[in-house]
């Protein structure tokens, strides 16, 4: 089961932390992604890491402003978002699936609620 949490409104520019914590074991070859969801719009992957943390990946729009990390002691993983635009404004759900890091999100098992996230010009 995951939960994630730390979304908020926020003005174009700022930053926000969302978390995904994990209850129950999680496989070491597993991988743990953000998918994000605006109104009228597909759901959308964000970006996602491995269990070990060796692998990220990233939608092109977001490189080099969002940084996924983990913390597999705490079972929770993070999507550090900064210098936020208002194009990123949408639920965001973070997701797990065993194997490897995918995009495609009807390819992931166990999914936490939607944090929204809203970004003001």
């Known amino acids: 089961q995951l939960q994630a949490s730390g979304g908020g409104l926020v003005q174009a520019g700022d930053s926000l932390r969302l978390s995904c914590a994990a209850s129950?074991?999680?496989?070491?070859?597993?991988?743990t992604a953000w998918f994000r969801q605006a109104p009228g719009k597909e759901r959308e992957f964000v970006g996602g890491?491995?269990?070990?943390?060796?692998?990220?990946r990233y939608l092109d729009s977001v490189k080099g402003r969002f940084t996924i990390s983990r913390d597999n002691a705490k079972n929770t993983v993070y999507l550090q978002m900064n210098s936020l635009k208002p194009e990123d404004t949408a639920e965001y759900y973070c997701?797990?699936?065993?194997?490897?890091?995918?995009?495609?999100?009807?390819?992931?098992?166990?999914w936490g609620q939607g944090t929204q996230v809203t970004v003001s010009s």
């Open positions: 129950g074991r999680t496989h070491s070859r597993s991988a």
């Open positions: 890491i491995t269990w070990t943390g060796s692998r990220t």
């Open positions: 997701a797990y699936k065993a194997g490897e890091l995918m995009s495609d999100w009807r390819l992931y098992t166990s």
